[in-house]
């Protein structure tokens, strides 16, 4: 005896978000629900930005970042690079669309 039975299930998402399912499977002897939460990322999670400014001036771009999942986001940014800043933590909630505000300000001409 085996003691499991594959159950193939093809999934074919239209774009990108939260998908969930529920299986339902009945015998006469047992009722089981099995929940599937399948979330579905874009293809392309890469931007480039490019930012010119005057050494010592400031420049801010506002980065979207929307959330379309089912949970909230706590969000931490790393930031490599001379002159570069930001908040360290941003926090995106269901179906919102938050902006991090990502600065730089070169010391010198670079």
């Known amino acids: 005896g085996r003691d499991t039975v594959e159950l193939p299930i093809k999934f074919t ?4 978000g939260c998908y969930r399912c529920q299986i339902l499977l009945k015998s006469s002897h047992d009722v089981r629900v099995y929940e599937i939460e399948c979330v ?9 930005l490019e930012f010119l400014t005057p050494a010592c001036q400031a420049v801010t771009q506002d980065i979207p970042i929307t959330n379309i999942s089912s949970e909230d986001w706590k969000l931490e940014a790393v930031l490599e690079g001379q002159g570069f800043y930001g908040p360290p933590l941003i926090n995106v909630g269901v179906g919102e669309t938050a902006l991090y505000p990502l600065t730089f300000n070169p010391v010198a001409e670079c």
């Open 13 to 16: 998402p239209g774009q990108a």
């Open 40 to 48: 579905v990322n874009t293809d392309q999670a890469e931007a480039e």
